[in-house]
């Protein structure tokens, strides 16, 4: 039997030894913080022009095994808990207007993560674009997968024993009103 590899519990230089237990004995053995920096939470709500703060913690990259998802959460470290989380989806659109700021669309509003370290935040944004491009070549996957085959290519005709006709030029307004004229031409008398 195959030994699994042990679960990844990034660390931040930010945090001390005490804060990263926390945070490593919040996660179940069936999750991975695969990243965790300090960070400031912003949302543009309830008005979309403007960012407003929500919360100051951890913010973590985490692998849930169970869900068989990826997650963005904010952890309180005084009251060991999950303040905020978003669910890394198909078509995430992650964006760093600055090396220490970075956006995405939350399930409710726009989401913006304020960085305390621009190091950890390069750090954070590379755990995210790996789970990004990840998730981008299991989609083309599944779409080359559910593409039907492609049709069968007809050779073109060959001339052996076809004639090929000549190519008619189109019916004048008169050549036509004479073809109908033709047509209606009683031939029982």
């Avoid at 400031?40 to 068989?68: I, M």
């Amino acid at each position: 039997m195959a030994n699994k590899a042990a679960p990844i519990y990034a660390r931040s230089e930010l945090l001390s030894s005490e804060e990263s237990t926390i945070i490593r004995e919040m996660y179940a053995p069936k999750q991975e913080v695969m990243a965790c920096t300090v960070a400031q939470l912003f949302q543009a709500a309830p008005n979309p022009r403007v960012w407003t703060k929500k919360n100051t913690g951890v913010a973590c990259v985490v692998k849930d095994h169970n869900q068989r998802s990826y997650f963005i959460h904010i952890v309180n470290i005084d009251t060991h808990t999950v303040v905020h989380s978003e669910e890394f989806y198909l078509e995430m659109d992650y964006r760093t207007p600055y090396p220490y700021f970075h956006t995405f669309a939350g399930e409710r509003c726009m989401v913006g993560l304020n960085f305390c370290h621009d190091g950890e935040a390069q750090l954070f944004l590379d755990a995210v674009n790996g789970i990004i491009n990840r998730n981008k070549k299991r989609k083309e996957k599944i779409d080359a997968q559910n593409r039907p085959p492609p049709a069968a290519v007809m050779p073109p005709p060959t001339t052996n024993n076809i004639p090929v006709p000549e190519p008619v030029a189109p019916l004048s307004k008169k050549d036509k009103k004479k073809k109908k004229k033709v047509l209606c031409v009683d031939t029982t008398a």
